[in-house]
């Protein structure tokens, strides 16, 4: 199959997996509509914020999996946005999902916003810190009891703060 084969049926098959799925409304950013962190220029983020950290909350990137030094953090506590400090997870939803990035079970609802993610061809959930609108990763339906969500979440994106 040729690249440009490969392409348009890779993009016709998000189109139909996307016309199966409702769009992911997100009611949660409202509240935070007139936050400072909305009106920091990206010149001003890239300063602010250590570079990889900068990529990833501004620029929707990915840390390389295992490299966080938060996917061996124990103690209780709560991770909070690295771009506006606003919480997002308490530590006892935390879980170690094998897949190298910190995982949590359950977020702060009111906190994030989500929206669908086409980047690979294939929709995704991405959510997003709700006051700064960070990237902070992807949820997804294969965590453990009691939600069975699994939000994989950018270690660079997050701030521990110990109880």
């Not at 890779?10 to 509240?31: F, K």
């Not at 294969?142 to 994106?157: E, Q």
Request: proline share 7%.
């Amino acid at each position: 199959m040729t690249q440009t084969r490969r392409a348009l049926f890779l993009t016709a098959g998000a189109a139909a997996l996307s016309a199966c799925a409702p769009e992911v409304a997100d009611a949660s950013e409202a509240q935070y509509a007139n936050s400072p962190f909305r009106r920091i220029t990206d010149a001003q983020w890239r300063a602010r914020l250590p570079a990889l950290s900068y990529q990833v909350l501004r620029h929707e990137g990915t840390e390389r999996p295992g490299t966080s030094p938060l996917n061996e953090e124990h103690r209780r506590g709560t991770f909070v946005c690295r771009g506006c400090e606003l919480p997002l997870f308490r530590s006892e939803w935390k879980f170690d999902s094998g897949t190298g990035w910190p995982s949590f079970t359950r977020v702060m609802a009111a906190n994030v916003g989500i929206k669908r993610d086409y980047a690979l061809g294939i929709p995704r959930t991405e959510y997003h810190c709700a006051r700064c609108l960070g990237h902070q990763g992807h949820v997804f339906d294969d965590g453990p009891a009691p939600t069975g969500k699994r939000y994989c979440n950018n270690g660079v994106s997050l701030i521990f703060q110990p109880a």
